[in-house]
């Protein structure tokens, strides 16, 4: 979605470890941003996954559980 790519061009490091990702942890992480329609909701979730990628927090479940 072209909120979370926003937000992984906006963050170097979060895209950085994306970028390092398997495709399906890719794959999970996109759709748990496409799960939300509102746009701000997008663009938070967004920022809440660059937050925790850069925690070393890469599994699209664990994002999700952890605070």
């Known amino acids: 979605p ?7 061009d906006t963050d170097p490091a ?4 994306f970028d390092r990702l ?3 942890n890719k ?3 996109v759709a748990l ?5 509102s746009t701000d909701k997008r663009i938070e979730r ?3 996954i ?3 990628l850069k925690r070393g927090i890469t599994s699209p479940q664990m994002v999700m559980k952890q605070p």
């Open 50 to 52: 660059a937050e925790k």
């Open 27 to 29: 794959r999970g992480l």
């Open 46 to 48: 967004s920022l809440k």
């Open 2 to 8: 072209e909120e979370f790519s926003e937000v992984m």
């Open 14 to 17: 979060a895209k950085k470890v």
């Open 33 to 37: 941003v496409n799960m939300v329609k």
């Open 22 to 24: 398997t495709d399906g």
